[in-house]
């Protein structure tokens, strides 16, 4: 009897029977929930940043408010990245020769911004507006954990889309005096008290908050 199948062709049929099968193990991770693992949302990652800049230090330790850096949070979309003269109201004064601050140093001398590696970022198919959130008193800490904590940034939402939507649908238990919002540990209520309740049952009527129409569509794909 002839062979069908000679011996090359044997192992080619291997090899392709061992990618199919690896594909359909990887398939498989991803709607099996792997998509939930830091891996996918990166809940945790640091990345390699020009200069070691901690919040720990300065927002934590020396007590800046994030409103001085972050300059345009609460009154547009974006929150903004420092400028670099921001850093060096201070780093002209403290810490002027430190090796570690070279790369800032430079940055003013040659007036090109430092290339922050972004952590919190959405994609560009869904709409983000930190205005609106601050002014209705949803506090940073909700969405980004105690950053005054954190010697390197992280991010600490998976920022899926059900975990926006699980605010919206039931906005009141995470509303506070909107002159508390940048205050990482701010404790002015027990979380399940019955004057947080209240408030926050007062203020969605206050502000007219529609929970049942804040999970439209065209509110943050538009
Ligand atoms: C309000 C003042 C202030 C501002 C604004 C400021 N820093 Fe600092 N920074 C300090 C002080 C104070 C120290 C600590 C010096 C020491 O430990 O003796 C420091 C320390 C540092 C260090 C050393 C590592 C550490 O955290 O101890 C780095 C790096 C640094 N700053 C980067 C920056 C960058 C980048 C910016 C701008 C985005 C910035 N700083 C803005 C006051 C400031
Ligand atoms: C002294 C300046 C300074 C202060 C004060 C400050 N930040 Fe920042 N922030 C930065 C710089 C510089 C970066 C970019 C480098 C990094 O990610 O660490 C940054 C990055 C971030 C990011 C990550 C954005 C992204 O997509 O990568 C978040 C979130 C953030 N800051 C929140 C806060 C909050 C909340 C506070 C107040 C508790 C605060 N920051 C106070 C300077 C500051
Ligand atoms: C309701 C959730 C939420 C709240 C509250 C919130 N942020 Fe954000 N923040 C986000 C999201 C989502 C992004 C990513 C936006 C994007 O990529 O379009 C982001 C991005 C950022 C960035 C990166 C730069 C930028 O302009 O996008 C900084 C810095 C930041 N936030 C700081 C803050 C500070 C400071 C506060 C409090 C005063 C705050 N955020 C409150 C969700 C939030
Ligand atoms: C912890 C609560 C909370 C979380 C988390 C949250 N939001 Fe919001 N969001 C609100 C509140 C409260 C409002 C104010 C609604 C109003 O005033 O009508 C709002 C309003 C908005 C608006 C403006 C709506 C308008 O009518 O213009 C957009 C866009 C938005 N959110 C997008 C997002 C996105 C995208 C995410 C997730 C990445 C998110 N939000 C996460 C509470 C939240
Ligand atoms: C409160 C904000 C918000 C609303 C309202 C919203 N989305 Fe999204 N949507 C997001 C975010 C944030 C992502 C990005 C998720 C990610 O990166 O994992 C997303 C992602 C998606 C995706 C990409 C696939 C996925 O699931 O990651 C689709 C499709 C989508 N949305 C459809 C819809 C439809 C249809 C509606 C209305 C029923 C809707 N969205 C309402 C915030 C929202």
């Known amino acids: 009897m002839p062979q069908i199948?000679?011996?090359?062709?044997?192992?080619?049929?291997?090899?392709?029977?061992?990618?199919?099968?690896?594909?359909?193990?990887?398939?498989?991770?991803f709607v099996g929930g792997e998509m939930d693992s830091t891996y996918a949302t990166l809940v945790g990652w640091v990345k390699d940043q020009p200069v070691p800049f901690s919040h720990k230090h300065h927002a934590g330790e020396l007590g800046i408010d994030c409103r001085y850096c972050h300059t345009t949070v609460d009154v547009g979309p974006e929150a903004g990245l420092p400028s670099t003269h921001i850093c060096m109201t201070c780093h002209s004064q403290v810490w002027t020769g430190a090796p570690m601050l070279a790369p800032v140093r430079e940055s003013l001398a040659n007036n090109t911004p430092l290339q922050w590696q972004r952590v919190a970022r959405l994609p560009d198919y869904v709409y983000f507006n930190h205005s609106i959130h601050i002014a209705r008193g949803v506090p940073c800490v909700t969405c980004h954990g105690r950053v005054d904590q954190m010697p390197l940034m992280t991010r600490a939402q998976p920022?899926?889309?059900?975990?926006?939507?699980?605010?919206?649908?039931?906005?009141?238990?995470?509303l506070r005096p909107p002159s508390k919002v940048t205050q990482m540990d701010w404790s002015g209520w027990d979380e399940n008290s019955k004057e947080h309740k209240a408030y926050g049952e007062r203020m969605v009527t206050v502000y007219g908050l529609q929970p049942d129409k804040l999970d439209d569509c065209n509110i943050c794909h538009r």
């Open 159 to 174: 920022f899926q889309m059900r975990w926006c939507l699980d605010c919206h649908r039931n906005p009141a238990p995470h």
């Open 5 to 29: 199948f000679t011996a090359s062709a044997d192992t080619r049929l291997r090899a392709v029977g061992l990618v199919i099968v690896l594909l359909i193990f990887v398939a498989a991770l």
